[in-house]
């Protein structure tokens, strides 16, 4: 497996999409905007709270300029974008600094929660697909596979509700919520990881039973191709065939489906978040939306967006390095 | 989740038709979910008319009480009883998901089909405008709407069905293309049809099914999605019972260490999504035997 790397043509391709992304982002702001425009949700009476009910019609008239919402949608969406390329993005009410400082003080923990979550998912998914694949119908894939259809149905932020009662409230083993015990005022590297524990392990189960379907379909399938038969038929150990060559085979298809997932595991960072408190950009969304913090939420939602499109151009180009067939054309 | 059935008519090859005893297991497990569906609908539809019991009605002497028989789910922190309470939520929430799924459907169809009509150009641009939604991830692009619209029941299914009708249309639009090139449409055309009666006449109808079978797929995805927004604050208001409020209204008596106020309602939506699932999938089974269709809802 000496295979030179073609990064000339994995360059090209990431280009393209980063070509292809620009009207995609542009679209998606513009959208934001446009259902921000046709909402009967007016900024300055939100800006101006209980004030507002007493201030004068100049006032508000001032403030409406001041917060540049008097303007038609497309100038005030242009003034949007030319600012966020320069990195101004507005500022946040909700959490009163600019929404750029929000993005940068919780992105790393959300990017921590997610990676850990995948990293459970797939580890886990793998193992109990090959168990589950080994034998089709047996005791072992038929639990798994009901246990896999169940979860897939139930709610993460019901699945995380239940963690929180029987893990934090009955057995006291780990923290309910939060990134740090609410005594403390440092954030060290022991807190952290315990109140990982559980937020992590709840969404990366919520993102299990897609892996672990996709891993025990794909190696079933792969047990029944020649290439295992003919690696039964030269004697090689069961293990060396499961893994060396069914799982290799198996994960190929599923490789391409990687990447696809960041939607999947936004949506649940978002309901995950909300339910351990964990400060992280999905929560912040959540706060953002429930009290209509349009500066924040636009920018997150084109966050997300851009993660998504990075997810899709990460997966295409690990399908082209694992099946050289593939290329790298997209 | 809800990709539910996405591998469930896959395993045909390996997994199934080996006997007597694997085709048993299937068949108890599509009447399984017959018997589940039609008593989810049965009771939604029958207990609140014929049941005269208050489900608001607050009791606060039993407030909490765990499940017993008077009260098989236990009562909420205001002494409701919880039964009656998901009865009524599952009620709301299976009509937000009806609704949705039918307005998307309607949409998807509409789109996916004269993209797949029309072709040329319009079809790239339908394509690429539904390439760019789907960018967005959906329960985002739904708070995004929802926030601006709040509150009530119409923002929530308004979010719900604008955010998935993309799928609907992708296969829509795929099922019209692969018809296309079939000899029964180059009849039609020959015969002197107009593109409008080529798509309505034969085009649609033979898209039907399949279009169907994706809006029963997105009923229990459509529910999900409401008991999220709601869970977050951004759905119904609290005092209507859904299956999401509900869960929400029972965070505080968690933390309290009550485990019966959230865990029912959750298994009020979990139960009839198998069960939908379940029958989903016999029927694509026997609408589409061989093919795997793509049903990433």
Redesign the interface.
């Known amino acids: 497996m000496s295979r030179r790397v073609p990064l000339g043509a994995m360059a090209r391709m990431a280009g393209r999409r980063a070509l292809f992304a620009v009207p995609v982002l542009l679209l998606v702001t513009f959208g934001v905007f446009a259902v921000a425009a046709a909402s009967p949700f007016d900024p300055v009476k939100a800006y101006a709270g209980t004030a507002g009910l007493t201030a004068t019609q100049d006032n508000l008239d001032q403030l409406r300029a001041n917060l540049g919402v008097d303007q038609p949608l497309l100038p005030r969406w242009w003034h949007w974008v030319t600012s966020a390329l320069t990195g101004d993005l507005g500022d946040s009410s909700v959490m009163r600094q600019p929404v750029a400082d929000v993005i940068a003080e919780r992105l790393g923990w959300s990017t921590l929660l997610a990676a850990t979550a995948f990293a459970v998912a797939v580890l886990l998914g793998t193992a109990l697909g090959v168990l589950a694949a080994r034998r089709p119908g047996g005791w072992l894939d038929r639990t798994t596979t009901s246990a896999a259809y169940t979860l897939e149905a139930a709610p993460a932020f019901w699945l995380g509700l239940l963690a929180i009662w029987f893990f934090a409230l009955k057995l006291g083993a780990l923290p309910a919520g939060g990134l740090t015990d609410t005594a403390s005022d440092t954030v060290t590297f022991d807190q952290v990881a315990t109140h990982l524990v559980l937020p992590a392990l709840v969404l990366g189960v919520s993102q299990l039973p897609w892996f672990f379907l996709y891993v025990r379909q794909g190696v079933a399938d792969a047990l029944e191709e020649d290439a295992v038969r003919g690696a039964r038929a030269r004697g090689l150990a069961e293990r060396t065939v499961l893994l060396g060559h069914a799982l290799r085979s198996g994960m190929l298809p599923m490789l391409t489906l990687v990447g696809s997932r960041v939607p999947e595991l936004i949506t649940g960072a978002l309901l995950v978040e909300t339910v351990f408190s964990w400060p992280g950009i999905a929560a912040a969304t959540v706060q953002a939306a429930v009290s209509v913090d349009f500066p924040l939420l636009a920018a997150l939602t084109v966050l997300a967006t851009v993660a998504v499109l990075l997810g899709n151009l990460l997966s295409d180009l690990l399908y082209g390095l694992a099946d050289p067939r593939v290329g790298f054309d997209g | ?4 059935t ?2 469930k008519d ?2 045909s ?3 199934r038709s ?1 006997g007597r005893t ?1 085709r048993s297991t299937r068949t108890v497990r599509v009447a399984a979910s017959a018997v589940i569906a039609a008593a989810t609908v049965l009771a939604v539809l029958i207990v609140p008319p014929v049941v005269q019991l208050d489900e608001q009605a607050i009791d606060l002497a039993l407030k909490l009480r765990p499940p017993s028989l008077a009260h098989p789910f236990g009562t909420d922190d205001v002494g409701r009883d919880l039964l009656l309470r998901c009865v009524y939520g599952l009620r709301v929430s299976l009509l937000v998901g009806l609704v949705a799924a039918l307005v998307a459907t309607v949409i998807g169809t509409a789109v996916g089909a004269a993209a797949a009509a029309f072709g040329g150009w319009t079809d790239r641009i339908v394509m690429r ?1 539904v ?3 789907s ?7 739904g ?8 509150p009530g029941v119409w923002p929530v299914i308004v979010s719900v069905a604008l955010t998935h009708w993309l799928s609907t249309a992708r296969i829509v639009r795929s099922e019209v293309l692969s018809l296309r090139s079939r000899p029964f449409v180059d009849a039609a055309v020959s015969g002197g049809a107009s593109r409008w009666r080529v798509t309505a006449r034969h085009l649609l109808p033979a898209v039907l099914p399949q279009a169907g079978l994706a809006a029963v797929l997105m009923v ?1 995805h459509a529910m ?1 999605h409401e ?2 927004l709601s ?4 759905g119904l208001p609290t005092h209507q019972a859904s299956l999401g409020t509900l ?1 929400q209204t ?2 505080g008596s ?2 309290a ?1 009550d ?1 019966w106020p ?2 029912f ?2 298994l009020f ?2 139960v009839p ?2 069960a939908i ?1 379940g029958l989903a999938g016999a029927w694509r089974e026997r609408i589409n035997p061989r093919r795997r269709s793509e049903l990433m809802l």
């Open positions: 989740m809800a990709d539910l996405l591998t896959a395993p090859r390996t997994w080996h694997r405008l390439d760019t939604f960018s967005v991830p959906h329960l985002l692009l708070i995004f709407i929802v926030a601006m619209f709040r229990p999900w008991s999220a869970f977050l604050g951004l869960v029972a965070r968690l933390l260490g485990w959230t865990l309602p959750g939506l979990i999504t198998l699932a």
